[in-house]
């Protein structure tokens, strides 16, 4: 408020950092057992502000002794363009992997995004997608074959044309935050 970030007429009201620091460790709480059972932890936060939330929720995992660089992947979003470039600056400062998000979260639009150079550098892109692509070809692997899709060819059905680039990148950005942890 004393450099006039957080405007009240807005409704920012920028959290302090030891109200973000309690939150943040008790909301991580054991992260390496998190860890035994995922390959990472995925956070949203859908007003980040200046990216504080973020920050505090990795250095609780630092006081656990796990290595945020390599097991956190965020993504921030906020509707004050001030506020995002802060918080990209931050977290690209820090090397926290992160897609950083211009856009109103309640609306689920989108009007920029960035990601840090830890998410490029740590091949966040392909280890976002991977487990995806998994999960999605042992579900196909598993259903039950019929006699009547092989029996009946005049039933099958034309597949429907591919979506836009940009509709499916929107997708998933949007399927992305669905799975990943809110902070609150």
Same mark, same amino acid.
């Given at each position: 408020m004393s450099l006039e970030l957080g405007e009240r007429g807005k409704g920012q009201f920028f959290t302090p950092y030891p109200v973000s620091s309690l939150m943040a460790r008790m909301t991580a709480g054991d992260v390496k057992e998190q860890l035994k059972q995922q390959?990472?932890?995925?956070?949203n936060e859908p007003a980040c502000g200046a990216g504080g939330m973020v920050i505090a929720y990795a250095e609780a995992m630092l006081d656990q002794d796990v290595n945020y660089q390599h097991y956190l992947h965020a993504t921030l979003q906020d509707i004050d363009s001030t506020a995002v470039h802060m918080a990209y600056v931050q977290l690209s400062l820090l090397h926290v992997p992160a897609i950083?998000?211009?856009?109103?979260s309640l609306a689920m639009t989108e009007w920029a995004?960035?990601?840090?150079?830890?998410?490029?550098?740590?091949?966040?892109?392909?280890?976002?997608?991977?487990?995806?692509? *998994?999960?999605?070809?042992?579900?196909?692997?598993?259903?039950? $074959? /019929?006699?009547?899709? =092989?029996?009946?060819?005049? @039933?099958?059905? *034309?597949?429907?044309?591919?979506?836009?680039?940009?509709?499916? $990148? /929107?997708?998933?950005? =949007?399927?992305?935050?669905? @799975?990943?942890?809110?902070?609150?």
């Open positions: 390959d990472h932890i995925a956070l950083v998000i211009h856009g109103n995004h960035w990601v840090t150079p830890a998410h490029v550098l740590g091949g966040w892109d392909k280890r976002l997608y991977f487990p995806r692509a *998994v999960r999605a070809m042992r579900e196909v692997l598993s259903m039950p $074959a /019929t006699e009547d899709l =092989v029996s009946s060819p005049q @039933e099958v059905s *034309v597949p429907p044309t591919p979506t836009p680039i940009a509709e499916s $990148a /929107t997708q998933y950005v =949007v399927n992305q935050r669905r @799975e990943q942890l809110a902070l609150f």
